[in-house]
């Protein structure tokens, strides 16, 4: 039986692993559990990999495998905070289907240093009503590596729900300033907003909430081959 600091700490290692295809750094898990130092993770993670919740990845950083799920979280417990949950169609074509939805191609977006704001319609493409749900969404074409650590990759069409608020952790096409339109994950920190990378090449950059206007929240990922 797990302590609940220790079912609060692999529930978000899981969560975040589901949203993201990583597991949460140190300070991230210490920040989301409310914990004075780093210490206090190491006991909880060794504590889970020893009761079989969890097992460490060798040879790679902050690599952490969710092997099993309490009785009570896999038996209908809340579900995870909002975020990419990665649906990935793979393939040379999206076929289309009775149970899907046509969405425009709006261009490309930087997933790297900004480039020029969301242009207009270029193609049109059917997805699943499964991966969109209601309300407004469009597609956008990946250019560029800072967020490959979230499995989004240079070329992917992201599927983008079409929203002007988002919560903090949640991926977004944010307008800089009026101008330039980037894909990053956003995060809400005092009177400032910043945008974070998945990849360590790159450096978060911070804003003041009037520079940043939030243009829709990522909900999907259709990847091509060719």
Request: hydrophobic fraction near 40%; charge should be neutral; aromatic fraction near 4%.
């Amino acid at each position: 039986m797990l302590t609940r600091k220790q079912h609060e700490l692999l529930m978000f290692i899981h969560e975040r692993i589901q949203e993201t295809g990583v597991s949460p750094s140190f300070d991230e898990m210490k920040e989301a559990l409310d914990l004075a130092s780093k210490s206090g993770i190491h006991r909880l993670i060794t504590a889970l990999e020893e009761r079989g919740f969890i097992r460490r990845l060798a040879h790679r950083a902050r690599a952490l495998e969710v092997t099993k799920l309490p009785e009570q979280a896999t038996a209908g417990a809340p579900r995870g905070r909002a975020g990419f949950k990665p649906g990935v169609i793979e393939g040379g074509r999206v076929e289309p289907a009775n149970d899907t939805r046509e969405l425009p191609l709006l261009g490309k977006i930087a997933a790297g240093t900004p480039i020029a704001a969301i242009q207009h319609e270029t193609a049109r493409y059917p997805v699943p009503e499964a991966m969109v749900g209601s309300g407004e969404h469009y597609m956008l074409e990946i250019e560029g590596d800072s967020m490959i650590e979230a499995g989004i990759l240079n070329g992917d069409l992201v599927v983008i729900k079409r929203v002007d608020n988002a919560s903090s952790g949640e991926i977004v096409v944010a307008l800089v300033e009026g101008e330039e339109a980037t894909l990053k994950r956003l995060r809400k920190k005092g009177g400032s907003i910043a945008l974070e990378p998945a990849n360590r090449a790159y450096e978060t950059r911070i804003f003041g909430p009037d520079q940043v206007e939030v243009q829709g929240k990522l909900v999907g990922l259709i990847r091509r081959y060719h």
